[in-house]
């Protein structure tokens, strides 16, 4: 009877110890697995910030740029036009909008009124979208994925994100150019078509309000 339940006793240990074994070196395996999946995220996601940053220089960058870009929120709101950038001057022509920053002021029209409105380049006012859609590339994670039309790289909101909760931005595979952008704002989602892409050799006179061409407009100066 004795000899019987040491044997017994030494097969539950062995089988313990097995078992163990087996638990241990499987989870050595799913951390290993973790790992890889961790590090080709890490790798996803280093790509997915180093081309969406080769982008936005292009976009923003002293070289100046500008494109053509076709909005249409939710189809409740759509508006279209050309638009130039060149460090801290930006220029934008529309159907019902136009406006002028030479870096020190900003110049905007009111046709209905037929008035210039000038306001400092510094003035939160003068910019149409406020601080509630400033862009601050920190605010996300990103990563990138292979689409029909080029790459799509996917920027999320972090914690504390208010306004854009969500970017998709599609690039041309050859050029990385900027095609399109997808925007979800709240539980909106404003789509942004993007054409004539140019960065590169755009002038400093781009951003010089043309003065002789509103002689008959009122001026108004809030600067």
Not at 83 to 97: D, E, V
Not at 109 to 128: C, F, N, T, W, Y
Request: proline share 2%.
């Amino acid at each position: 009877m004795l000899i019987s339940q040491v044997a017994e006793s030494r097969v539950c240990t062995f089988m313990h110890y097995k078992t163990m074994k087996i638990k241990i070196l499987l989870g050595l395996f799913m951390l290993l697995v973790g790992m890889n999946v961790l590090a080709q995220e890490n790798a996803n996601s280093r790509q997915a910030r180093q081309m969406f940053d080769e982008v936005y220089t292009k976009v923003f960058g002293q070289q100046g740029a500008t494109l053509h870009y076709d909005v249409n929120v939710a189809s409740l709101y759509r508006t279209a036009g050309t638009i130039w950038y060149k460090g801290k001057k930006s220029k934008y022509l529309s159907k019902n909008s136009k406006a002028w920053n030479d870096g020190t002021s900003v110049y905007i029209i009111k046709g209905d009124k037929k008035e210039v409105e000038v306001l400092r380049a510094d003035d939160p006012k003068q910019s149409r979208f406020g601080d509630d859609f400033k862009f601050v590339p920190e605010n996300y994670t990103y990563s990138i994925a292979n689409a029909p039309q080029g790459y799509l790289i996917t920027l999320k909101g972090k914690k504390g994100v208010k306004a854009m909760k969500e970017i998709r931005a599609l690039l041309d595979k050859k050029t990385r150019s900027p095609l399109q952008l997808n925007i979800k704002v709240a539980f909106i989602w404003a789509k942004v078509s993007i054409s004539d892409f140019k960065s590169g050799g755009i002038t400093d006179e781009t951003f010089t309000f043309p003065r002789n061409q509103y002689k008959d407009y009122k001026i108004i100066d809030k600067r």
